[in-house]
């Protein structure tokens, strides 16, 4: 047992001595060689160290894409680093540094001066007339391995709107060169296209749209001013412009508010097509006068038109038989039968409180109610009818 | 090995795989499970040592369910495909289901020519026919079978005591608890523990010679003998339950249960739901019912004493919500989630070997004799006869029940949709299906897209999911309310998961789709109509997942095939050995138990007469009833419930012949007349309850009221409507409705409208889209926004207009903070907004904060579902701020704004007013918006009016929209400082956009109204249009 732990005392003795002896060798005479600073990016860049010892530390490198190890080759006691491609395609400072050395410093790889390709974006691609609005032209120059040009490359920017053809020279900062294009006051559509030491850029544009509509002017037009219920008063706008003049797109919004005469409003509404919009809605079936106007909310509005309506039917009778109420004829402006869908109100009291109420539609100038089904009991009723804004009363019907 | 073989099992076999072998081709895909199979078996297709699938329930593992069959199916698919996979599995379940009865029958008979009869009854039993052909539950069977294989082996070892039958039991019960892991636990307790008292009869009856003469005394003594046998093999068995898929105990304990009880048919009162009745109770036991009293006899004799008590529980926990036993047994938490049928199951195939014997004393020993000679031959072929014939019948019923009563839709081609999920990186969002049934598992199997919903809802997590009582988003419709209320959250907030779109199969949901913001995208060849949502960021390329240790991987993987392959080993092997040691078949211990057939008793089979009789009886007087019933002339209650559900069936035909036939309505003019009505309530609602009352009736005509409850997409109708009934001949008519006479004023007219067409990618390629060809998202601005507490709820109100000059699909997101900026609910707005706006267009919007919106879901979900229903907020969290989200995406889809407000007239309560269509589509659902404002003018709410009825075009369509009550509105804050728009500050880009606004433009145009609380309102229009020209 002694001497067995006496071996393991000197074997760990030793271990250790050996592993002392490695943490203080130095490398005290490596020195870096490379007197080149700044490369241009895609050549190949190998760094060189004197290494007297025969030992090969590895070399930390840092730049924006990332951090890499490299190991060296010893060729005649000089270390050669070999930068890889991921990072010597990339323009930028690179920071080295030997592992468990003091050693550190920097280089540059510069891009290259050839452009290969220009990335452009324009935003937004649409904007609305009047001078005040713009789209911003961002455009990167870029070389073979996209590395943007360096600081101040010359990029010339032409745009095209109606007559004018525009030329403007800008230079890069911060790696891009960027314009704002301001629209002018007529609606259209702006051409750009970008040119940077001979390379030239595809063709981009922005449309240029109307801006908010101005007051405007309605009409409306109908077969005839009868209120019978059954044809359709069409209403339009004049063409809404912005205040430039130009006409507003296609689509806009425009609600027509018809007031009538009982102080209700009623609703249509429009879309504009080469700014004008039209909008319908059915004649009322009953004397009334409409008011209407037409609103761009919160933009624009119309004038206000006055429509009247005349009565069609003036008078009808109620009859009641079997249990059912039946009324007509009811007769149009030329005595003709009012055509079919003529809304019948019909309320049923009894003793003045009202037990039902059904609406029906006329059908070749009559409306029946059969009051069968309603489950009423025996006894006697009134009935009220209402069309065509009249109201006629039957009291005291029997129902059996 | 053995001198012969047993014809009877050859028979069985060979019919066993003739008949199934060809029916399982047009029953399997259409069966309730079998495709939910085929998904997990795709898992383990595609990663089989990885649980965790993300395709269904935003992610969930596989580990929930044992992996024997899922594994096996994935195996074989890797020669011939999944489907291929499926049917060889069911195959094999098939020929291990047949030996397995003819060993349990063996087992218990001792008797090869009865357990022959009894695997060949077993082919065609009709509770195995319906577990495979009807709800397709393989693991199932495969486990009952491979535990019916067991049993023999278990009864060896505890009567022997030779290792080799403990090895070879274990081995079984390892493989059945790899397949389905309840089969193994309830087996334990319905089939094992008998199975240990007949043991210790039989024991008890070889010490005293007799059965007769074995008593408590001998039986105890007999039992503490074989004490250590049995507690040995219970406690390795139970380890082995464990152990063979500890990853499904571990995940169980982790992740428990927490989904609300889904109704299922097998809990109903069977008397009550007589559908469920059929499937749960009459068809698994069939023919098996005439002969209870004779199981019951057989099984109370001593020696089967213990598989009688285990018989008689599993009768009764059969029966479902018939009885309260089966929930007083269970308890409440294991009787809603267990699924009843699995009793019904056990029992009929413990009926089967006395089955079997029955069927051999009747056509070859002491039955037949007994019968014969008491009757007469012709009497007994005649009864045998009658027995088979309905033994067959209701086998071919069962088979065939699919066709019958179909439970899935027609069968989708799942190719268009994989197609499309495929293009573009569309399965790059979530999609959910809409209306597949049970299919939606075999197209999630073969796309790589996720889905939100899933068939297995044991592994859901998502409150949202878990909380409500619905099977699966897919078929929310059946659910009511509550289904669709759950669909709805999801359609509202799909962002929150993802969704970006739909598959259609069902007509039923485009409504709710439409109100809810969705938009049609086209029609795929196989008829699926797909909505996509706007504005739904892609999945997130990394998705969480529950970490799980690789030792649990590695046992998930590949314990399962090991048990399979060591109980193959053992029982081959021992068979092998046994064949060659010795020349003589040693005969299994329990053949020494031999039955006596040789007098069949008098009383019992007087007995099952009577039974016979009585059940005949019931028969009987249920056909009768039903007929009753369904006799759709015999009342006029009968007259319009048939009447209603012929339309709701939409058959025509059979609602026409319920017309009065004096009322000179042809049937080309009825269908006209039905063809012609469009709207919410004549195609998008489902009748839920209807209600007829008789209010007047004499001899020839009645006078009905008939209330009728709807579920459309949107929210429920309830209408009452008369009808007027006339009799003639004896039958029921309806009098005929009347059409709207309404005549449109011009019979050809034009309308120019601006359409908008976008170009999407204008290269053709698969990269994404190219920078230039990104639209500007159109700019909006939030004109009001205000958060109010209206009835004990909150909800942010405003309006919104598109200021740009391009259509705008609009995303509206609200959210709650309290005083100290904790965000409290989040929602966005469903249909209280036009999600569609033409240039300069406003809307009024309303966001509610349902349910799930809250932060708190679990506590804040209530217990009865509604989605009209606000979740009540805890008062020491109060709202008193709000952030709103606003995003345009230009869309040129669903701009029709042709609908005008033509006539109106107001009372206190309420607004009467006339829709007129002036375009040229038909609207199907006309929506209006009605916002209130106080004498002020300041807006205090939004509410809306879905009309029943569409409207044609130009004619005009009547509303009634009754004023809010009378409650006051409290307005919380209406500072619009958090309000954005496409991510910038609102007010900044309005006063950009549109900088000499006229505030309050159209205010003049207000409609007022006299109410207490509220002054003015304004009225706007939506509308859907269900058939786009």
Redesign the interface.
């Known amino acids: 047992m002694q001497i067995k732990r006496l071996y393991i005392l000197l074997l760990g003795l030793l271990v250790l001595s050996s592993a002392t002896r490695v943490e203080f060798t130095e490398y005290k005479d490596i020195k870096f060689l490379t007197t080149q600073s700044i490369f241009s990016a895609g050549d190949t860049i190998i760094l060189q160290f004197s290494a007297p010892n025969n030992e090969t530390p590895n070399l930390y490198c840092s730049h924006s894409y990332g951090s890499a190890v490299i190991s060296p080759v010893l060729k005649q006691n000089i270390l050669e680093y070999t930068i890889p491609n991921s990072i010597s395609n990339k323009s930028g400072v690179v920071l080295w540094q030997l592992i468990n050395q003091e050693l550190s410093g920097q280089f540059e790889i510069i891009p290259k001066t050839k452009v290969n390709s220009l990335e452009t974006?324009?935003?937004?691609?649409?904007i609305?007339a009047g001078g005040t609005d713009y789209a911003m032209l961002v455009v990167i120059p870029t070389d073979d391995l996209d590395n943007p040009l360096k600081e101040n490359t010359p990029v010339n920017i032409k745009h095209q709107f109606l007559a004018s053809e525009e030329n403007d020279n800008i230079t890069t900062a911060h790696l891009i060169a960027h314009k704002n294009i301001y629209s002018k006051t007529e609606t259209g559509r702006i051409l750009l296209a970008s040119e940077c030491l001979g390379k030239h850029s595809k063709e981009?544009d922005i449309s240029v749209?109307?801006g908010?509509?101005t007051d405007f002017n309605i009409s409306a037009t109908r077969h005839h001013d009868y209120a019978d219920g059954?044809?359709?008063t069409s209403f339009s706008t004049s063409i809404l412009r912005d205040v430039y003049n130009n006409v507003?797109?296609?689509?806009?919004?425009?609600?027509f508010?018809i007031?009538n005469s009982e102080?209700?409003?009623?609703?249509?509404?429009?879309?504009?097509?080469k700014g004008i919009a039209?909008?319908?809605?059915?004649h009322?079936d009953y004397k009334t006068q409409w008011s209407i106007?037409a609103?761009?909310?919160?933009?624009a509005?119309s004038d206000i038109i006055t429509l009247d309506y005349k009565q069609v039917v003036t008078d009808f009778t109620i009859a009641f038989a079997n249990n059912t109420v039946t009324v007509g004829p009811l007769k149009s402006f030329m005595n003709q039968l009012i055509?079919?869908?003529l809304?019948v109100t019909l309320s049923v009291f009894k003793a003045d409180t009202e037990v039902y109420t059904k609406?029906n539609?006329?059908?070749e100038g009559f409306a029946h109610f059969?009051l069968?089904?309603?489950?009423l009991e025996k006894g006697l009723y009134s009935i009220t009818v209402k069309t065509a804004g009249l109201e006629k009363t039957l009291q005291n019907i029997n129902y059996e | 090995m053995q001198n012969t073989s047993n014809k009877y099992l050859i028979a069985a076999l060979l019919i066993g795989i003739a008949f199934h072998g060809t029916s399982i081709f047009f029953t399997l895909e259409t069966t309730y499970d079998a495709l939910i199979h085929l998904f997990f078996a795709d898992h383990y297709a595609t990663s089989w040592f990885e649980p965790w699938n993300y395709k269904w329930y935003t992610g969930f593992t596989v580990m929930s369910y044992p992996p024997l069959v899922h594994q096996a199916i994935a195996a074989f698919s890797f020669i011939g495909g999944l489907k291929f996979g499926l049917f060889t599995v069911a195959l094999i379940s098939i020929l291990l289901f047949i030996t397995g009865v003819y060993r349990f029958s063996l087992l218990i008979t001792a008797n090869r020519t009865v357990a022959g009869y009894a695997a060949i009854l077993a082919v065609l039993s009709s509770s195995f026919v319906e577990t495979l052909h009807v709800f397709g539950q393989l693991p199932s069977i495969i486990g009952i079978s491979v535990l019916m294989h067991a049993l023999p082996e278990i009864y060896l070892w505890l009567k022997t005591g030779k290792y080799r039958y403990l090895l070879t039991s274990l081995s079984l019960i390892a493989v059945t608890v790899c397949s389905h892991h309840v089969t193994p636990i309830f087996g334990m307790v319905f089939f094992i523990f008998p199975l240990i008292g007949m043991v210790i009869m039989d024991a008890s009856k070889e010490t005293v010679g007799s059965m007769k003469a074995v008593t408590f005394k001998i039986f105890l003594n007999a039992f503490f003998k074989l004490f250590k046998r049995i507690v040995g093999f219970g406690m390795l068995s139970l380890v082995i339950i464990i152990g063979c898929i500890l990853p499904y105990w571990i995940n169980s304990k982790n992740n428990p249960i927490t989904q609300v009880p889904i109704p299922h048919g097998s809990r109903d009162s069977f008397l009550e739901i007589t559908s469920s009745g059929l499937v749960f109770f009459l068809i698994p036991w069939g023919i098996l019912l005439v002969l209870l009293p004779y199981f019951f006899y057989r099984y109370y004799s001593k020696r089967y004493l213990f598989f009688g008590l285990s018989f008689t529980l599993l009768t009764v926990l059969g029966t479902g919500g018939t009885t309260p036993i089966p929930k007083l047994i269970l308890g409440d938490t294991a009787f809603n989630i267990l699924t009843l049928d699995r009793f019904t199951l056990w029992a009929s195939i413990m009926a089967l070997p006395l089955f079997g014997e029955f069927a051999y004393r009747c056509i070859e020993t002491d039955l037949k004799t007994r019968i014969q000679n008491r009757f007469g031959a012709i009497y007994h072929r005649i009864i045998v006869g009658i027995l088979a014939g309905l033994f067959i019948f209701m086998s071919i019923f069962t088979v065939s029940l699919g066709y019958f009563r179909p439970s899935q839709p027609q069968k989708i081609k799942m190719l268009p949709i994989v197609n499309f999920l495929n293009q573009d990186q569309h399965d790059q969002w979530r999609y959910l299906t809409l209306g597949f049934g049970d299919q939606m598992a075999w197209l999630a199997a073969q796309t790589n897209a996720l889905s939100v919903d899933g068939n297995y809802h044991s592994a859901r997590r998502l409150p949202e999911l878990t909380t409500r009582a619905i099977e699966r988003l897919e078929n929310s419709k059946f659910k009511g309310i509550e289904g669709i209320g759950s669909l709805q959250q999801f359609l509202t907030v799909p962002e929150k998961y993802n969704l970006k779109y739909i598959f259609s199969n069902d007509k039923f949901y485009d409504t709710i789709l439409y109100f809810c913001g969705w938009q049609r995208l086209r029609q795929l060849e196989n008829g699926i109509q797909v909505w996509e949502k706007l504005n739904v960021p892609p999945i997130a390329s990394v998705l969480p997942k529950d970490a799980i240790p690789k030792w649990q991987k590695i046992l998930w993987g590949i314990v399962p095939f090991l048990t399979v392959l060591i109980a193959f080993i053992l029982n081959i092997q021992l068979l092998w050995i046994r064949a060659l040691k010795t020349k003589v078949k040693p005969i299994p211990e329990y053949l020494n138990f031999k039955n006596n057939y040789n007098s069949f008793s008098k009383g019992l089979l007087k007995i099952t007469h009577i039974w016979s009789v009585l059940l005949a009886i019931i028969v009987c007087y249920g056909v009768y009833i039903f007929y009753l019933k369904n006799d759709s002339q015999r009342t006029p209650e009968n007259v319009v419930l048939a009447y209603y559900d012929a339309l709701d069936f939409k058959a025509f035909e059979d609602a026409y012949n319920l017309i009065d036939p004096n009322s000179n309505v042809s049937i080309a003019q009825y269908m006209l007349e039905v063809s012609v009505t469009d709207g919410l309530l004549s195609s998008y609602a489902k009748l839920e309850t209807i209600n007829t009352n008789i209010?007047?009736k004499n001899d020839s005509v009645a006078?009905a009221?008939i209330e009728t409850k709807w579920i459309t997409p949107l929210e429920t109708i309830t209408k009452t409507n008369?009808?007027?009934v006339v009799k003639h001949h004896g039958e029921w008519f309806l009098q005929p409705e009347h059409l709207?006479?309404?005549?449109p004023?011009?019979q050809l007219y034009s309308n120019?409208?601006?359409t908008?067409y976008n170009q999407g990618r204008r290269r053709i390629t698969s990269e994404q889209t190219h920078?230039?060809d990104?639209?500007?998202q159109p700019v909006l601005e939030v004109?009001q926004a205000t958060l109010v507490k209206y009835d004990n709820h909150y909800a942010i109100i405003g309006e919104i207009?598109n200021?740009d000059?391009?259509?705008a699909d609009i995303v509206l997101k609200g959210t709650l903070y309290n005083n100290t900026n904790k965000a409290l609910a989040s929602y966005n707005a469903k249909y209280h907004v036009k999600h569609k706006?033409?240039?300069?267009?406003?809307t009024a919007f309303r966001i509610n904060f349902e349910g799930i919106a809250w932060s708190k879901t679990q506590d804040s979900i209530p217990k009865t579902f509604n989605p009209d229903e606000f979740t009540p907020v805890e008062l020491s969290e109060q709202p008193t701020t709000f952030n709103l989200q606003v995003a345009g995406n230009v869309s040129g889809l669903d701009?029709y704004?042709d609908v005008?407000?033509?006539?109106?007239?107001?009372n206190d309560t309420s607004i009467n007013g006339?829709l007129?269509n002036?375009g040229i589509e038909e609207v199907t659902v006309p929506q209006l918006l009605i916002t209130y404002y106080n004498d002020n003018k300041q807006m205090l709410w939004v509410d809306h009016l879905f009309l029943k009825d569409g409207i044609k075009q130009?004619?005009?369509q009547?509303f009634n929209y009754p004023l809010l009550k009378t409650m006051p509105i409290q307005i919380i804050s209406n500072d619009m400082s958090h309000c954005f728009v496409n991510g910038l500050p609102n007010k900044d880009i309005a006063k950009k956009?549109?900088s000499n606004?006229?505030?309050n433009?159209?205010y003049s145009?207000?409609?007022?109204i006299t109410h207490p609380n509220y002054s003015f309102i304004k009225?706007e229009?939506n509308n859907y249009i269900g058939n786009p020209n």
């Open positions: 974006y324009i935003g937004p691609p649409s609305a981009y749209l109307a908010t509509p059954n044809q359709i507003v797109n296609d689509g806009t919004y425009v609600q508010f007031t102080g209700n409003i009623l609703k249509t509404s429009g879309t504009t097509i039209t909008a319908s809605l059915i009322p106007q609103f761009v909310n919160g933009m509005e055509p079919d869908g809304q609406v539609a006329a059908k059969n069968k089904q309603l489950n | 209010t007047y006078t009221k008369y009808k007027t709207d006479p309404d005549l004023p011009d120019n409208t601006t908008f920078h230039e990104v639209l500007k004109l207009q200021i000059n391009t259509p706006l033409m240039p300069k267009e406003v701009l704004k005008t407000l033509s006539a109106i007239n107001i006339t007129f002036s130009q004619r005009q009547q956009v549109i606004r006229i505030k433009h159209t145009k207000l409609q007022p009225i229009l």
